[in-house]
């Protein structure tokens, strides 16, 4: 059977370390919860060939979804997706603007670095998706400016948001190269993992509330 993206991504992640697992020993999060897993994408940037293919990868599944003659600029969210945002922009010769968190204290005050024009079509990028909440503060500064999220592009998902995301009364499409049913099957084929280990990680991912 021909190996799918969304595994082509997985084992790509696996490789160059960007998912752990430590199902015993766990790692802390900033919550202060324990976690027999930690996922890490800023390391892609460090890896070439690997990012290449990620991002070759993820402008076959953008052309997919979405209609390239109507998107107008590639909006990358600090900071972790101005990398990604940089490279996917090249890749579909797109102008890019990046987002603060928050508006800066001093000069003219701005979130938003870049041109970004009223009405236009946006793709946010960033590295992955965990429950959303970080995206809030991005998709609204683009509203703020006029403009229109038509897609949510990452690397990776977590599966606590599905294909879509939901921003007021949009649906916002969610674009993604791998999630953790990919990882944890190639964990195992790659015997990373064993079925307890993969169990055990399925039932923390699923307090979680993740859902694939």
């Known amino acids: 059977m021909k190996k799918k993206i969304c595994n082509f991504a997985a084992e790509i992640l696996l490789d160059i370390q960007c998912v752990n697992f430590s199902p015993k020993k766990q790692f802390k999060l900033t919550s202060g919860k324990n976690s027999p897993v930690y996922c890490d994408c800023r390391r892609i940037i460090s890896f070439p060939k ?10 076959k599944k953008i052309k997919e979804k979405v209609d390239i003659k109507k998107i107008s600029t590639v909006a990358g969210g600090e900071t972790a997706g101005i990398p990604f945002a940089s490279l996917v922009s090249e890749s579909l010769n797109l102008p890019m603007i990046y987002i603060r968190k928050e508006k800066k204290k001093f000069g ?23 429950d959303g909440g970080s995206k809030l503060n991005f998709l609204e500064a683009i509203e703020r400016a006029g403009a229109k999220t038509k897609a949510i592009f990452v690397i990776f998902n977590y599966g606590i948001i599905g294909d879509y995301f939901k921003f007021k009364k949009q649906n916002i499409e969610v674009i993604y190269l791998t999630n ?15 079925s307890s280990e993969i169990k055990l990680i399925e039932k923390f991912l699923s307090n979680m509330n993740v859902k694939n």
């Not at 003219?108 to 965990?130: A, C, F, H, P, Y």
């Open 108 to 130: 003219r005050n701005s979130q938003i670095e870049g041109v970004i024009k009223n009405k236009e079509n946006i793709i946010l990028v960033e590295d992955l998706m965990t």
């Open 50 to 59: 690997e990012r290449k293919k990620l991002i070759n990868f993820g402008i």
């Open 180 to 194: 953790w049913k990919f990882i944890l099957e190639e964990a195992y084929r790659k015997k990373i993992l064993s």
